[in-house]
Structures are given as structure tokens and as C-alpha cells.
């Protein structure tokens, strides 16, 4: 488009003419001017806005949640209060200092956080204080004040750390195995867990030189110990607890009803001596047992033999008295006496068990009796 120029005004009054003409051409320059922006506005390659965009703008949110450098909006000093500060506010984010009366976070740590409903008088949010702790909160708008609640809670951690961590499986929900107590192994230095022994020489075991199947409980409760060992191939157990500053207070082993049941032994019968054959036909053959606390248990009737230190008969091996026994045992009353006589006898700690002396004829003399065996 070209910017015509009209023609010049003549007159015969030629400063009016150029009065005139000097107006056109300032006309004509402002035309030219427009021109050239016109041009380069149509020229111009950048993208205009579209009516869509234009409405998209006018119908945009202008709410601001944070301020325009990017920081909290809202910031709560230390005599003021976050519910305060927020109850009127729809989506927003805020600085508590410490010291805020309804902060969650300890005293001297800053609480960030963003509240995310945008009602009056009804809240929720999140934030995190400067200590690490994080919280939800809400309020509606029947509440003085906002409920806070940490993340996670007191209850869940305290359960998450008091949880036992030890795995009862593999992870393919196979049975876990114990771990092996290699050859040498201290019992008592064990840390708390399960174990076996096979084949193993261990110190401080409840047996000694025992390279038997055994498996190992150790449980601790501050500095104490308790120590449960049981082997496989006849059911014993024992417990032992590791005291207060390492003291170990020794083996117990535990007595079941099995170990009530008492397993009879018949010695050989000697030096003259036979088994007492009464009227009614009773078995009084010499039998002799040992009970798992250790007391020997001698019944019988003999006859006929030698007295004396000469043994009548000896007894099994484990179950000789810690010293020298005498017993006093009932005899015959064969030969005119009346009443029951006596028999002294004595079981020495070699396991002999001699009739030294009886006050009557040796018909037939009791050896019942019981003591104490010496620990093996």
C-alpha cells in the first residue's frame, strides 16, 4: 500500500498556500509512519494470541499459593497460631516458627507445610519440621483448632522397631536352617539365636568329649544369658544361665517322669551266697537301680554265704556310695529267738556289699536299702 500525495495548493496568497501544504505534508509523514508499523506487524512471523488463549487467560486462577519468589505465603511468627493463620485460607503453604503454641514440631525447630482443601474453616495438609519429622493435619469447621498427627505414628514405629527382624524361613518360605557351631566353639559365647552341634567338641557343654547331635538355644535379657541344650539321640536337656557380669552358674539338667522309672539290675551273687527261695514262692533275687537324681536302690534277700569284708555280691558300675556305707538289715528269726533279727552290712565305694555280721543264722538275711552315688 502507497501513501498518495495530493497536489500542492496554489494561490495568488502564497503564504496561506504553504501554511496549508506544510500541514499536508505532517499528514503525509504520519502516514508514512503508520504504514511502516502496519507492515511490520503484518511481517511479523511471532505468533498472535488466538481468541482461545485469550479466553483461556481472562478465565485462568489467579490464587496465589506461594509468594512470587517461590516461598511460603503464609508465615507464622512465634506468638501466633497456624489454625489462625489458615482456617480462612484455601490452598496455601506456610512457615511456622518455633515455639508456634499448635506446632507438632519440637520447640526449637521451623515447620514447613501446605494446606490442601480450599473451604473456609475446613482443612488438611502436610508439613515437615526441620528436625525431619513429618505430620498430616485437618480441621473442620466445627473444631477450634487442627489435629495433628505424626508420619508415621508413635504406635507404628514403636512397632516397626520392636519388631524381631530374625527370618523363621528363607525366603522361599522354606524352613530356615540353623546355623552350625563350628568345632571349638565356647557354648557360653554364643550370641542369642538357634544352633546345632554334629560331630563338634565344644567347650563348656553340660558333657564333656561329646561329639553328639545337640541343639542350642541361647535367649538374653540385658546382661544375662539362659542356654538350653538338648541331645538328640536320648531326649536330655539341660539349661544353664550366664549371671550378672559373666557368671555362669552352671548345668541343670531337667528331670522328666522317664527319668522316674527306675531300670533294675541283678548283680552276680558270690562267696557262698544264694537267693533267698521263701514258702509263697516271691522273687528276691538282688536287683539294684539308680534314678536320675542319683540315689541307689538295693532289694533282695540272700542266704547262706560267707560274712564278713568278703563281698556278697558287687554292684553295677555308676552306682557305688560316695563313702563308706553300713546298713542294718533285717534277719532271720530261725533257731528259738523271738522277733526279727539284725544283720549289719557295709557297701564300700569300690561297689562291694559284704554281710559283715548278723544276730542270727543266716536263713536268710534283707538287703534292702538306699544312698547316695558318687557323681561320675
Known amino acids: 500500500m502507497d501513501i498518495k500525495s495530493p497536489k500542492v495548493f496554489e494561490t495568488s496568497d502564497k503564504a496561506h498556500a504553504d501554511l496549508f501544504n506544510d500541514m499536508v505534508k505532517v499528514l503525509i509523514e504520519n502516514d508514512s509512519g503508520l504504514l511502516d508499523q502496519i507492515i511490520g506487524h503484518i511481517d511479523d512471523t511471532k505468533p498472535h494470541a488466538s481468541a482461545a488463549e485469550k479466553k483461556k487467560w481472562n478465565e485462568s486462577q489467579l490464587y496465589k499459593i506461594t509468594a512470587d519468589d517461590g516461598k511460603y505465603l503464609i508465615s507464622v511468627p512465634t506468638d501466633g497460631s497456624i489454625f489462625d493463620a489458615i482456617k480462612d485460607k484455601g490452598t496455601c503453604t506456610f512457615i511456622a516458627s ?18 490442601t ?24 469447621s466445627n473444631h477450634i483448632s487442627m489435629t495433628w498427627t505424626r508420619l508415621p505414628t508413635i504406635a507404628e514405629q514403636d512397632k516397626w522397631n520392636n519388631a524381631q527382624l530374625y527370618k ?4 522361599s518360605g522354606e524352613r ?25 567338641y565344644l567347650t563348656n557343654m553340660p ?37 550378672t557380669e559373666g557368671n555362669f552358674t552352671g ?45 541307689v536302690t538295693v532289694k533282695g534277700a540272700i542266704a547262706g554265704g560267707t560274712l564278713g569284708d568278703v563281698p556278697a555280691f558287687t554292684l553295677p ?32 565305694t569300690d561297689g562291694r556289699f559284704c554281710i559283715q555280721s548278723t544276730s542270727s543264722n543266716t536263713e536268710f538275711i534283707v538287703v534292702n536299702c538306699m544312698f547316695k552315688a558318687k557323681e561320675g
Open 98 to 115: 518455633p515455639g508456634v503454641e499448635d506446632s507438632p514440631a519440637p520447640s526449637n525447630a521451623y515447620l514447613r507445610g501446605i494446606q
Open 117 to 140: 482443601v480450599g473451604q473456609d474453616k475446613i482443612g488438611t495438609g502436610f508439613a515437615v519440621d526441620t528436625s525431619g519429622n513429618a505430620y498430616y493435619f485437618y480441621y473442620n
Open 168 to 171: 523363621l524361613t528363607q525366603d
Open 176 to 200: 530356615k536352617p540353623l546355623p552350625k557351631v563350628l568345632n571349638g566353639t565356647d557354648v557360653l559365647s554364643l550370641p542369642p539365636g538357634r544352633y546345632y552341634a554334629a560331630g563338634q
Open 207 to 243: 558333657t564333656t568329649n561329646d561329639s553328639g547331635w545337640f541343639n542350642i538355644d541361647v535367649d538374653t535379657a540385658v546382661t544375662r544369658k539362659d542356654i538350653h541344650v538338648c541331645r538328640s539321640f536320648d531326649n536330655l536337656h539341660w539349661f544353664g544361665t550366664v549371671h
Open 251 to 295: 548345668w541343670k539338667r531337667v528331670i522328666t517322669d522317664a527319668d522316674a522309672k527306675l531300670n533294675w539290675k541283678y548283680p552276680t551273687i558270690g562267696n557262698g551266697w544264694k537267693t533267698y527261695q521263701s514258702e509263697v514262692n516271691n522273687d528276691y533275687r538282688v536287683r539294684v537301680a539308680k534314678d536320675a537324681l542319683g540315689t
Open 317 to 348: 558300675e555308676g552306682c557305688e556310695p560316695v563313702a563308706p556305707f553300713y546298713n542294718l538289715g533285717v534277719a532271720s528269726s530261725t533257731g528259738g529267738f523271738k522277733g526279727p533279727q539284725y544283720s549289719r552290712q557295709y557297701i564300700a
